[in-house]
Protein backbone atom coordinates (compact mmCIF):
# COMPACT_ATOMS: atom_id res chain seq x y z
CA UNK A 1 0.00 0.00 0.00
CA UNK A 2 1.61 3.20 -1.49
CA UNK A 3 1.73 6.39 0.98
CA UNK A 4 3.01 8.95 -1.37
CA UNK A 5 1.54 11.22 0.62
CA UNK A 6 4.05 11.08 3.24
CA UNK A 7 5.72 14.07 4.09
CA UNK A 8 4.57 16.12 1.18
CA UNK A 9 2.82 18.71 3.64
CA UNK A 10 2.63 19.43 6.96
CA UNK A 11 0.77 21.84 9.25
CA UNK A 12 2.79 25.60 10.09
CA UNK A 13 0.05 27.25 11.60
CA UNK A 14 -2.68 27.00 14.11
CA UNK A 15 -5.50 29.95 15.38
CA UNK A 16 -8.41 29.27 17.69
CA UNK A 17 -10.72 32.22 19.23
CA UNK A 18 -12.06 32.39 22.57
CA UNK A 19 -14.69 30.23 23.70
CA UNK A 20 -18.13 30.24 24.52
CA UNK A 21 -20.48 28.09 25.92
CA UNK A 22 -23.96 27.69 23.55
CA UNK A 23 -25.27 30.95 21.99
CA UNK A 24 -22.91 33.20 23.98
CA UNK A 25 -20.87 34.23 20.56
CA UNK A 26 -23.68 34.22 18.37
CA UNK A 27 -23.90 38.32 18.38
CA UNK A 28 -20.18 37.66 17.12
CA UNK A 29 -21.38 35.12 14.40
CA UNK A 30 -19.54 32.10 12.42
CA UNK A 31 -18.22 33.96 9.84
CA UNK A 32 -16.15 36.38 12.13
CA UNK A 33 -15.05 34.01 14.38
CA UNK A 34 -13.64 31.88 11.49
CA UNK A 35 -11.88 34.76 10.04
CA UNK A 36 -10.45 35.43 13.49
CA UNK A 37 -8.95 31.74 13.82
CA UNK A 38 -7.97 32.07 10.36
CA UNK A 39 -5.94 35.33 11.42
CA UNK A 40 -4.70 34.05 14.29
CA UNK A 41 -2.94 30.55 12.38
CA UNK A 42 -1.19 32.84 10.01
CA UNK A 43 0.33 34.61 12.82
CA UNK A 44 1.09 31.86 14.01
CA UNK A 45 2.86 30.63 10.94
CA UNK A 46 4.36 34.48 10.45
CA UNK A 47 2.43 34.41 7.57
CA UNK A 48 0.95 37.24 5.61
CA UNK A 49 -2.87 35.90 5.47
CA UNK A 50 -3.38 37.27 2.16
CA UNK A 51 -1.01 34.88 0.99
CA UNK A 52 -3.47 32.11 1.75
CA UNK A 53 -4.36 30.99 -1.69
CA UNK A 54 -6.79 27.94 -0.86
CA UNK A 55 -9.42 27.39 1.56
CA UNK A 56 -11.55 23.89 3.10
CA UNK A 57 -14.35 23.40 5.80
CA UNK A 58 -16.08 20.74 6.89
CA UNK A 59 -19.56 20.58 8.01
CA UNK A 60 -23.03 18.44 8.82
CA UNK A 61 -25.39 21.04 9.31
CA UNK A 62 -24.54 24.71 6.99
CA UNK A 63 -22.82 25.94 10.10
CA UNK A 64 -19.60 26.96 7.67
CA UNK A 65 -19.30 29.15 5.11
CA UNK A 66 -17.66 28.67 2.14
CA UNK A 67 -14.25 30.00 1.32
CA UNK A 68 -15.95 32.68 -1.27
CA UNK A 69 -17.02 34.68 1.51
CA UNK A 70 -14.15 34.14 3.55
CA UNK A 71 -11.82 35.61 0.65
CA UNK A 72 -14.48 38.62 0.49
CA UNK A 73 -13.75 39.55 4.07
CA UNK A 74 -9.89 38.46 3.75
CA UNK A 75 -7.32 40.94 1.52
CA UNK A 76 -6.75 36.91 -0.78
CA UNK A 77 -4.87 37.70 -3.60
CA UNK A 78 -5.57 34.78 -5.30
CA UNK A 79 -8.37 31.88 -4.67
CA UNK A 80 -6.72 28.85 -6.16
CA UNK A 81 -8.49 25.69 -3.97
CA UNK A 82 -12.00 25.89 -2.69
CA UNK A 83 -13.68 22.64 -0.99
CA UNK A 84 -16.02 22.08 2.05
CA UNK A 85 -16.37 18.34 3.13
CA UNK A 86 -19.78 17.40 4.24
CA UNK A 87 -19.98 14.43 6.94
CA UNK A 88 -21.80 14.28 10.15
CA UNK A 89 -20.25 15.47 13.23
CA UNK A 90 -15.99 15.50 13.10
CA UNK A 91 -16.71 12.82 10.50
CA UNK A 92 -15.46 15.51 8.08
CA UNK A 93 -12.14 16.88 9.13
CA UNK A 94 -9.87 13.90 7.85
CA UNK A 95 -10.89 14.34 4.52
CA UNK A 96 -10.39 18.04 4.80
CA UNK A 97 -7.03 18.25 5.67
CA UNK A 98 -5.95 15.24 2.88
CA UNK A 99 -7.82 17.77 0.68
CA UNK A 100 -5.51 20.74 1.97
CA UNK A 101 -2.87 18.32 1.85
CA UNK A 102 -3.06 17.13 -1.85
CA UNK A 103 -3.43 20.68 -2.75
CA UNK A 104 -0.08 21.93 -1.50
CA UNK A 105 1.29 18.57 -2.95
CA UNK A 106 0.17 18.26 -6.18
CA UNK A 107 0.87 22.31 -6.63
CA UNK A 108 -2.88 23.07 -6.52
CA UNK A 109 -2.08 25.66 -3.82
CA UNK A 110 0.18 27.12 -1.88
CA UNK A 111 -1.23 28.00 1.82
CA UNK A 112 -4.56 26.04 2.54
CA UNK A 113 -6.15 27.19 5.58
CA UNK A 114 -8.92 24.28 7.18
CA UNK A 115 -11.22 25.81 9.43
CA UNK A 116 -14.43 24.79 11.63
CA UNK A 117 -16.22 27.87 12.68
CA UNK A 118 -19.63 27.30 15.14
CA UNK A 119 -22.17 28.66 17.25
CA UNK A 120 -24.67 26.43 18.25
CA UNK A 121 -26.78 29.01 19.27
CA UNK A 122 -28.13 29.06 15.74
CA UNK A 123 -27.88 25.55 14.80
CA UNK A 124 -29.98 22.74 15.51
CA UNK A 125 -28.47 20.55 17.51
CA UNK A 126 -31.81 18.46 19.13
CA UNK A 127 -35.62 18.58 18.72
CA UNK A 128 -37.64 16.27 16.92
CA UNK A 129 -37.44 14.40 13.46
CA UNK A 130 -39.82 16.64 12.10
CA UNK A 131 -38.01 19.98 13.25
CA UNK A 132 -35.14 18.60 11.19
CA UNK A 133 -37.03 17.39 8.33
CA UNK A 134 -39.80 19.62 7.43
CA UNK A 135 -40.60 18.62 4.36
CA UNK A 136 -40.10 15.05 4.89
CA UNK A 137 -37.32 12.21 5.93
CA UNK A 138 -34.83 11.20 3.68
CA UNK A 139 -34.24 8.25 2.15
CA UNK A 140 -31.41 6.73 3.56
CA UNK A 141 -32.31 7.09 7.11
CA UNK A 142 -36.40 7.51 6.92
CA UNK A 143 -36.46 3.91 8.95
CA UNK A 144 -34.15 5.46 11.13
CA UNK A 145 -35.09 9.17 12.81
CA UNK A 146 -38.60 7.85 13.62
CA UNK A 147 -37.15 5.68 16.05
CA UNK A 148 -35.04 8.33 17.98
CA UNK A 149 -31.84 8.35 15.98
CA UNK A 150 -31.49 11.81 15.12
CA UNK A 151 -29.01 13.37 17.86
CA UNK A 152 -25.89 12.20 18.79
CA UNK A 153 -27.04 10.25 22.31
CA UNK A 154 -29.26 8.17 21.20
CA UNK A 155 -27.04 7.33 17.97
CA UNK A 156 -24.13 6.52 20.91
CA UNK A 157 -26.08 5.00 23.61
CA UNK A 158 -27.44 2.23 21.49
CA UNK A 159 -23.62 1.56 21.37
CA UNK A 160 -22.89 1.74 24.08
CA UNK A 161 -25.53 -0.62 25.39
CA UNK A 162 -24.40 -3.03 23.22
CA UNK A 163 -20.83 -2.92 24.45
CA UNK A 164 -22.26 -2.96 28.03
CA UNK A 165 -24.28 -6.40 27.15
CA UNK A 166 -21.10 -8.10 25.01
CA UNK A 167 -18.17 -7.11 27.41
CA UNK A 168 -19.68 -6.33 30.99
CA UNK A 169 -18.65 -2.10 30.70
CA UNK A 170 -20.17 -0.29 33.41
CA UNK A 171 -21.24 3.49 34.01
CA UNK A 172 -18.67 3.89 35.96
CA UNK A 173 -16.28 3.10 33.26
CA UNK A 174 -18.07 5.62 31.20
CA UNK A 175 -17.61 8.39 34.53
CA UNK A 176 -13.80 7.76 34.06
CA UNK A 177 -14.11 8.84 30.70
CA UNK A 178 -15.35 12.06 32.02
CA UNK A 179 -13.40 12.78 35.03
CA UNK A 180 -10.07 12.45 32.66
CA UNK A 181 -11.56 14.94 30.51
CA UNK A 182 -12.00 17.30 33.31
CA UNK A 183 -8.82 16.51 34.71
CA UNK A 184 -7.02 17.78 31.49
CA UNK A 185 -9.47 20.69 31.14
CA UNK A 186 -8.08 22.01 34.50
CA UNK A 187 -4.50 22.65 33.59
CA UNK A 188 -5.33 24.27 30.45
CA UNK A 189 -6.68 28.14 30.70
CA UNK A 190 -8.84 27.53 27.56
CA UNK A 191 -11.21 25.16 28.48
CA UNK A 192 -14.65 25.78 29.69
CA UNK A 193 -15.19 23.14 31.54
CA UNK A 194 -12.32 22.75 34.10
CA UNK A 195 -14.32 22.26 37.62
CA UNK A 196 -12.93 18.73 38.99
CA UNK A 197 -15.89 15.58 38.52
CA UNK A 198 -16.23 12.91 40.86
CA UNK A 199 -17.97 9.22 40.14
CA UNK A 200 -20.70 10.45 42.75
CA UNK A 201 -21.20 13.57 40.49
CA UNK A 202 -21.66 11.48 37.44
CA UNK A 203 -23.78 9.33 38.34
CA UNK A 204 -26.22 11.43 40.33
CA UNK A 205 -27.20 13.28 37.07
CA UNK A 206 -29.93 13.01 34.70
CA UNK A 207 -29.97 10.26 32.31
CA UNK A 208 -29.81 11.95 28.41
CA UNK A 209 -30.57 8.56 26.11
CA UNK A 210 -30.07 5.33 28.63
CA UNK A 211 -27.01 4.55 29.95
CA UNK A 212 -25.81 7.97 29.09
CA UNK A 213 -25.71 10.64 31.39
CA UNK A 214 -25.15 14.43 31.10
CA UNK A 215 -21.84 14.00 32.01
CA UNK A 216 -21.58 11.65 29.35
CA UNK A 217 -22.32 14.17 26.78
CA UNK A 218 -19.94 16.33 25.22
CA UNK A 219 -20.57 19.81 25.63
CA UNK A 220 -22.44 22.93 23.16
CA UNK A 221 -20.37 25.63 22.62
CA UNK A 222 -19.17 28.22 20.04
CA UNK A 223 -15.58 28.94 18.80
CA UNK A 224 -13.66 28.58 15.53
CA UNK A 225 -10.42 26.95 15.20
CA UNK A 226 -8.22 27.24 11.91
CA UNK A 227 -4.58 25.40 10.40
CA UNK A 228 -2.25 26.33 7.61
CA UNK A 229 -0.93 23.42 5.74
CA UNK A 230 1.55 24.11 2.91
CA UNK A 231 5.22 22.15 1.67
CA UNK A 232 7.78 21.33 3.85
CA UNK A 233 9.83 23.41 1.90
CA UNK A 234 7.72 26.50 1.91
CA UNK A 235 7.38 25.40 5.90
CA UNK A 236 11.42 26.30 6.23
CA UNK A 237 10.35 30.10 5.82
CA UNK A 238 7.82 30.43 8.25
CA UNK A 239 7.90 30.67 12.04
CA UNK A 240 7.19 27.34 13.51
CA UNK A 241 8.31 24.42 13.19
CA UNK A 242 6.38 21.95 10.94
CA UNK A 243 3.85 19.15 11.87
CA UNK A 244 4.48 16.59 9.27
CA UNK A 245 1.74 14.66 7.78
CA UNK A 246 2.49 10.80 7.85
CA UNK A 247 -0.31 10.05 6.30
CA UNK A 248 -4.52 10.10 6.27
CA UNK A 249 -6.95 7.46 5.77
CA UNK A 250 -10.64 8.39 5.14
CA UNK A 251 -11.76 4.33 4.55
CA UNK A 252 -15.38 3.15 6.35
CA UNK A 253 -17.20 0.39 6.85
CA UNK A 254 -19.12 -0.46 3.61
CA UNK A 255 -22.82 0.47 4.42
CA UNK A 256 -21.64 1.92 7.76
CA UNK A 257 -23.06 5.23 9.36
CA UNK A 258 -24.15 6.98 12.49
CA UNK A 259 -28.19 6.06 12.49
CA UNK A 260 -27.90 2.65 11.83
CA UNK A 261 -25.96 -0.21 11.28
CA UNK A 262 -26.50 -1.86 7.89
CA UNK A 263 -23.22 -4.47 8.47
CA UNK A 264 -24.24 -8.17 8.30
CA UNK A 265 -21.90 -8.21 11.95
CA UNK A 266 -24.16 -7.09 14.55
CA UNK A 267 -21.07 -7.06 17.17
CA UNK A 268 -20.47 -4.05 15.23
CA UNK A 269 -22.85 -1.98 16.68
CA UNK A 270 -20.30 -2.16 19.65
CA UNK A 271 -17.40 0.22 17.59
CA UNK A 272 -17.32 3.65 16.42
CA UNK A 273 -16.63 1.99 13.02
CA UNK A 274 -13.22 3.23 12.11
CA UNK A 275 -11.69 -0.38 11.74
CA UNK A 276 -10.97 0.08 8.41
CA UNK A 277 -9.33 3.52 8.70
CA UNK A 278 -7.13 2.23 11.15
CA UNK A 279 -6.25 -0.84 9.45
CA UNK A 280 -5.32 1.71 6.55
CA UNK A 281 -3.63 4.13 8.05
CA UNK A 282 -1.52 1.80 10.02
CA UNK A 283 -0.44 -0.49 7.32
CA UNK A 284 0.31 2.58 4.62
CA UNK A 285 2.52 4.24 7.52
CA UNK A 286 4.01 1.17 8.81
CA UNK A 287 3.20 2.68 12.44
CA UNK A 288 1.70 1.15 14.69
CA UNK A 289 -0.89 2.03 17.86
CA UNK A 290 2.90 1.11 20.08
CA UNK A 291 4.35 3.77 18.01
CA UNK A 292 1.99 6.78 18.98
CA UNK A 293 2.82 9.07 21.66
CA UNK A 294 -0.33 10.74 21.98
CA UNK A 295 -4.01 10.10 20.47
CA UNK A 296 -6.78 13.07 20.19
CA UNK A 297 -9.88 10.95 19.71
CA UNK A 298 -12.81 12.70 19.13
CA UNK A 299 -15.26 12.55 21.70
CA UNK A 300 -18.54 13.16 21.36
CA UNK A 301 -19.43 10.83 24.32
CA UNK A 302 -18.00 8.80 26.89
CA UNK A 303 -18.75 5.81 25.26
CA UNK A 304 -17.50 7.00 21.51
CA UNK A 305 -13.91 7.87 23.49
CA UNK A 306 -14.16 4.22 25.00
CA UNK A 307 -14.94 2.59 20.88
CA UNK A 308 -13.14 4.56 19.27
CA UNK A 309 -9.88 3.18 21.47
CA UNK A 310 -10.24 -0.27 20.49
CA UNK A 311 -10.79 0.10 16.92
CA UNK A 312 -7.65 1.84 16.59
CA UNK A 313 -6.09 -0.82 18.47
CA UNK A 314 -4.53 0.65 21.72
CA UNK A 315 -6.63 -2.01 23.89
CA UNK A 316 -8.65 -5.24 23.02
CA UNK A 317 -12.57 -5.39 22.35
CA UNK A 318 -14.32 -4.96 25.64
CA UNK A 319 -10.61 -3.88 27.80
CA UNK A 320 -11.43 0.03 27.17
CA UNK A 321 -13.37 0.32 30.08
CA UNK A 322 -11.06 -1.04 33.00
CA UNK A 323 -8.00 0.73 30.61
CA UNK A 324 -9.21 4.06 30.97
CA UNK A 325 -10.39 3.30 34.93
CA UNK A 326 -7.36 2.26 36.02
CA UNK A 327 -5.34 5.32 34.20
CA UNK A 328 -4.43 4.29 31.11
CA UNK A 329 -5.05 7.36 28.86
CA UNK A 330 -3.58 9.63 31.71
CA UNK A 331 -0.25 11.49 31.12
CA UNK A 332 1.43 8.63 32.13
CA UNK A 333 -0.36 6.02 30.82
CA UNK A 334 -1.03 3.75 28.03
CA UNK A 335 -1.48 6.08 25.63
CA UNK A 336 -2.42 9.98 27.02
CA UNK A 337 -5.22 10.87 25.32
CA UNK A 338 -7.22 14.21 24.96
CA UNK A 339 -4.25 15.85 26.79
CA UNK A 340 -7.06 19.45 25.82
CA UNK A 341 -10.28 18.18 27.55
CA UNK A 342 -11.64 17.18 24.27
CA UNK A 343 -15.05 17.83 23.54
CA UNK A 344 -15.96 16.86 26.75
CA UNK A 345 -14.15 19.58 28.76
CA UNK A 346 -12.08 22.00 26.07
CA UNK A 347 -15.09 23.08 23.32
CA UNK A 348 -17.09 21.02 21.17
CA UNK A 349 -15.44 22.09 17.50
CA UNK A 350 -16.27 18.83 15.96
CA UNK A 351 -12.11 17.65 15.89
CA UNK A 352 -10.77 21.13 15.06
CA UNK A 353 -9.71 21.58 18.14
CA UNK A 354 -8.22 17.84 18.84
CA UNK A 355 -6.12 18.72 15.69
CA UNK A 356 -4.56 22.02 17.16
CA UNK A 357 -3.80 19.94 20.31
CA UNK A 358 -2.08 17.35 18.23
CA UNK A 359 -0.12 20.21 16.98
CA UNK A 360 1.18 21.22 20.05
CA UNK A 361 1.75 18.53 21.29
CA UNK A 362 4.66 17.92 18.48
CA UNK A 363 5.54 21.39 19.27
CA UNK A 364 6.21 21.00 22.70
CA UNK A 365 3.86 23.49 23.99
CA UNK A 366 0.62 21.97 25.27
CA UNK A 367 -0.61 22.88 28.81
CA UNK A 368 -0.48 18.71 29.59
CA UNK A 369 2.48 18.03 27.63
CA UNK A 370 3.72 14.65 27.13
CA UNK A 371 7.42 14.28 27.11
CA UNK A 372 9.03 13.71 24.11
CA UNK A 373 6.52 13.54 22.04
CA UNK A 374 7.19 12.76 18.46
CA UNK A 375 3.70 10.75 17.19
CA UNK A 376 0.33 12.08 17.33
CA UNK A 377 -2.93 10.17 16.13
CA UNK A 378 -6.17 12.04 15.02
CA UNK A 379 -9.31 9.50 15.08
CA UNK A 380 -12.59 11.68 13.45
CA UNK A 381 -16.44 11.58 14.86
CA UNK A 382 -18.25 8.71 14.42
CA UNK A 383 -21.11 9.71 11.43
CA UNK A 384 -21.74 9.20 8.05
CA UNK A 385 -18.55 8.69 5.72
CA UNK A 386 -15.75 9.61 5.99
CA UNK A 387 -14.58 8.56 8.68
CA UNK A 388 -10.70 8.43 9.49
CA UNK A 389 -7.62 9.72 11.27
CA UNK A 390 -4.58 11.49 10.77
CA UNK A 391 -0.83 10.61 11.37
CA UNK A 392 1.56 13.51 12.51
CA UNK A 393 4.72 13.84 13.41
CA UNK A 394 7.82 16.18 14.14
Known amino acids: MTNWLRDKACIVGIGTTPYGKRGTLADIGALRL ?17 DIDGFTSF ?3 GSTHP ?23 GSGLPTAVTEAALAVATGQADYVAVVRSITQGKVRMGGSWADWYPDGLPQHNAHAIPMGFVVAPAIYAMRARRHMAIHGTT ?12 AMAANNPEALFREPLT ?28 LIITTPERARDLKQKPAFITGTSTASIPRWSTPITYAEDTDMLGTCGHAAAAAELYGKTGIGPGDIDVALLYDGTTAGLLLVLEDWGFCGRGEAGPMVASGGIGLGGHIPVNTHGGNLAEVYLQG ?11 R ?13 LYSSGVGYPPLGGILLHR
Open 34 to 50: ALDAIHAAAADAGLDVA
Open 59 to 61: CED
Open 67 to 89: PFELTMALPTKKLRWSTIVWGGG
Open 171 to 182: SEHLAAVAMHAR
Open 199 to 226: VETHQASRIIADPLRMFDCCVETDGAAA
Open 352 to 362: ANHLVEAVRQL
Open 364 to 376: GTSHNQVKDAEVA
